[in-house]
């Protein structure tokens, strides 16, 4: 059996040369990476005791206003 020798080219690609009388079988499998998702996470805002009073009275002065 005769030497095998990576060659690599200018790219970057790397190539392996056999001899013509070996047989070889190449396989290849790309895959795309998944799409990155964003995900969103709604969160509501309570509003409780002292801050609700705060609200009211912010609300009140608005309607006050309009």
């Known amino acids: 059996m005769g030497q095998l020798i990576i060659v690599t080219m200018p790219g970057g690609q790397r190539v392996l040369t056999v001899p013509a009388t070996v047989t070889t079988e190449e396989t290849v ?17 309570w509003v409780e005791g002292a801050d609700k009073e705060e609200r009211d009275s912010f609300q009140k002065q608005l309607d006050e206003v309009n």
């Open 29 to 45: 499998i790309s895959e795309k990476l998944p799409a990155e998702r964003r995900c969103i996470e709604i969160t509501e805002n």
